[in-house]
């Protein structure tokens, strides 16, 4: 069993910050990529940003500039630092990781639940 637990979601004034969480536990043996997509009402659930394994980062090109994403290996987990806030960032934040039961298993994507995320005056 694989959990993710996200948080740091909620209702932020254009301009704000947020800073998102998500912390992965449960039988791991090692964790690839991690990331974060968003779902915004009546749209396709979109990547906002991903860190592999290496360290190397990628981003929305909606993201360059005012997002960060980065990992705590030690603690498995992933976090999306959010600053200029837009109303149109508003969405579900959805949390990935890439990872490994077992050095022989497969890699396998496991998704959080999901964090609301509402840019709004």
């Known amino acids: 069993q694989v959990q993710l637990v996200e948080s740091g979601g909620g209702l932020v004034q254009p301009g704000g910050s947020l800073r998102l969480s998500c912390a992965a536990s449960?039988?791991?043996?090692?964790?690839?990529?991690m990331g974060w997509s968003r779902q915004a009402p009546g749209k396709q659930r979109e990547l906002v940003a991903a860190?592999?394994?290496?360290?190397?980062?990628t981003y929305a090109d909606s993201a360059k500039g005012r997002f960060t994403i980065s990992r705590d290996n030690a603690k498995n987990t992933v976090y999306l630092q959010m600053n200029s806030l837009k109303p149109e960032d508003t969405a579900v934040y959805y949390c990935?990781?890439?990872?490994?039961?077992?050095?022989?298993?497969?890699?396998?994507?496991?998704w959080g639940q999901g964090t609301q995320v509402t840019v709004s005056s």
């Open positions: 990935n990781v890439r990872l490994k039961r077992s050095s022989w298993g497969p890699l396998t994507d496991y």
């Open positions: 449960g039988s791991i043996f090692s964790i690839n990529d």
């Open positions: 860190i592999f394994s290496g360290g190397s980062t």
